[in-house]
């Protein structure tokens, strides 16, 4: 498939992506991932003309088009809102008030395309008390009472990286978000605005939780849980070479069949009745004492072919040659870069990498004249530095 061939449900889509860093990229390249034509507006300052035709390091801006404009220059502002003009949506992740600064808010980008679905990425929302301040995953996690579940029993919290926060609850909410207003003015509704806050998405996505608490099946302290470590058979072991297995032997059944597989328990353990908390630190330190005997894969090719809920604990470079991944193609190869691939899967509208990361600028002539610019007024506008 070359480049610029049309792939994924979303094609026919065009995306304008102010350049930013983290959950905003990440949205732009979910869409681009799903088909949509995003075009990347980049600073001039970050422009290295020497660096064209060759792939940006940063895989979450792939799939793009870039432009580079001097978003405070007079020249600047109109060539973003020429973009905006024949746009379905836009994607920034400035502080609240910085793009109606900059005249680029909602009204001025509606001015020109009344169904333009502006998507706005923040941690803290574009009001309440915190919305002015700077703050990151780690904060937002915080507030929201998933940070406080994450860890071991009697330790300090754990950051989970920036995946839940600022990924799951922030660039996918917000990538979800745009979808669903994209179809409702598909379906005649107006442009609207799309607040995507990290606190709310983690919020969200803690809902499961916040029911078992009320079902009384979930208790405050951390790691005293069925699915947070605290439960021996949903939790992750040492084997005998240093590497880990996770277990996720949940249900009974499964349960059974990690015990026939294993042999468990080793001689003087016993086989403890599970469905008891108090016997789960007995229980943990049998496991463990087991698992020790052999290493990760030699307990992978003993478990992996059966419903007994283990898995090989894989590092980065490990994952994309697993199998089962390599079977389905999770992962793929783009101008000798492994990453992982659009996800997830179309039977009638399949997904492609069309394009590799741009580099800043890369394509600011091409998208200015799609949008309508001339040569000279292009040429007027490199010569005032108000795009590179």
């Known amino acids: 498939m070359t480049d610029d061939a049309a792939a994924g449900p979303l094609a026919g889509v065009r995306v304008i992506e102010l350049a930013g860093i983290g959950p905003g990229p990440f949205t732009a390249m979910m869409l681009a991932d799903l088909g949509a034509d995003v075009v990347r507006v980049d600073r001039v300052g970050d422009v290295d003309p020497a660096a064209f035709g060759t792939p940006h390091p940063d895989l979450l801006n792939r799939g793009r088009r870039s432009i580079a404009v001097d978003l405070k220059s007079a020249g600047g502002r109109e060539a973003v809102l020429a973009l905006v003009a024949g746009a379905d949506a836009l994607i920034e992740g400035f502080r609240p008030g910085v793009t109606e600064r900059l005249g680029l808010g909602p009204a001025h980008c509606h001015a020109v395309n009344p169904r333009l679905v502006y998507g706005r990425m923040t941690g803290w929302g574009q009001d309440g008390p915190a919305a002015p301040y700077a703050g990151h995953d780690i904060d937002y996690l915080a507030l929201t009472g998933a940070l406080h579940g994450i860890g071991r029993a009697g330790e300090r919290p754990v950051p989970p990286m920036n995946l839940l926060g600022d990924f799951g609850g922030g660039g996918m909410m917000l990538a979800l978000g745009l979808v669903s207003a994209l179809y409702a003015v598909r379906g005649g509704a107006p442009g609207q605005v799309v607040d995507a806050a990290i606190v709310d998405g983690v919020a969200v996505l803690s809902t499961q939780i916040h029911a078992l608490r009320r079902l009384g099946m979930w208790q405050d302290p951390r790691g005293v849980n069925l699915l947070d470590g ?123 990498l069309r394009r590799p990361p741009p580099q800043p600028g890369e394509h600011t002539d091409e998208l200015l004249a799609e949008a309508g610019f001339d040569a000279d007024r292009i040429a007027a506008l490199r010569t005032s530095h108000a795009v590179a």
């Open 230 to 352: 605290g439960a021996p058979f949903y939790d992750t072991y040492e084997c005998a070479d240093g590497k880990h297995l996770a277990v996720g032997a949940l249900e009974p059944r499964f349960y059974d069949e990690l015990v026939r597989r294993t042999g468990f328990p080793l001689y003087p353990d016993e086989a403890l009745d599970r469905t008891d908390p108090a016997n789960w630190p007995a229980l943990r330190e049998s496991w463990g004492r087991l698992f020790r005997t052999r290493t990760r894969d030699e307990w992978t090719a003993l478990l992996s072919a059966s419903d007994a809920c283990v898995a090989p604990v894989l590092d980065w470079t490990e994952a994309p040659e697993h199998p089962h991944l390599a079977a389905r193609g999770t992962y793929t190869e783009r101008d000798g870069v492994v990453q992982p691939a659009p996800a997830p899967r179309f039977s009638g509208t399949p997904t492609a």
